[in-house]
């Protein structure tokens, strides 16, 4: 009974904190009207990896990691919005260039990668995972088929978001797709500019 609850618990925790649109959801999306379905699944697999990971930590208690992401928040942060901005602007180049920079830079590891790396460089994700794992109780909150769930629930969204956009993309005009792909490089790069402001100011702590 505690394996089926903690399971439940994580995929609906994981799906609704992956769900709501932000930085990553952007990324995603960008990545899926630029360059395809695969490239947008490896984006969310990415997040989806780094979002277990940091399960993982909450449910094994590893306090180096966690007293690691509390002591260097303020860098990891700030390098995090520079890396969302360097997409924003990457992504406005023209389609020739940046997608062969893309493909030059390992493509599907790539985005994998880079999207893991970003969603590690925000410590709040860790501090979520903490307080779901207190809110379950001891038996559940520690269990570790929570983080198993954590991955599954995130993992169905971006399978679900990407083959959403992936369905858009080629339904809609050519033109009316660059708009798209042009909003989400231009949000992205005002939550990086927003990420960097707040850490350097000291808000959204």
């Known amino acids: 009974m505690i394996i089926w609850s903690a399971l439940l618990s994580g ?13 990553m959801s952007l990324l995603c999306m960008n990545r899926t009207l630029r360059q395809g379905f695969l490239a947008g699944l490896a984006t969310g697999l990415g997040i989806t990896l780094a979002d277990m990971l940091y399960a993982l930590v909450t ?10 992401t509390t002591m260097y928040a303020l860098p990891l942060r700030l390098l995090g919005s520079l890396f969302l901005g360097y997409l924003g602007v990457r992504a406005l180049l023209p389609a020739s260039t940046s997608l062969k920079t893309e493909t030059m830079r390992g493509g599907m ?14 410590p709040a994700t860790l501090l979520s995972f903490m307080a779901l794992a207190a809110s379950l109780g001891t038996s559940i909150g520690c269990s570790w088929f929570l983080p198993v769930g954590i991955a ?11 083959t959403i956009i992936y369905w858009i993309r080629g339904r809609l005009p050519a033109s009316f797709i660059r708009s798209l792909n042009l909003c989400s490089s231009v949000i992205l790069i005002l939550f990086s500019l927003y990420g ?3 850490a350097l100011t000291g808000h959204g702590e």
């Open 11 to 23: 995929c609906g925790f994981g799906f609704a904190i992956a769900a709501p649109v932000g930085p």
């Open 59 to 68: 449910v094994s208690s590893i306090k180096v990691v966690n007293n690691f």
């Open 109 to 122: 590891s790539y985005s994998l990668a880079s999207s893991f790396l970003l969603t590690l460089a925000n």
């Open 152 to 162: 599954l629930g995130s993992g169905c969204w971006w399978l679900l978001l990407s």
């Open 196 to 198: 960097i402001l707040t």
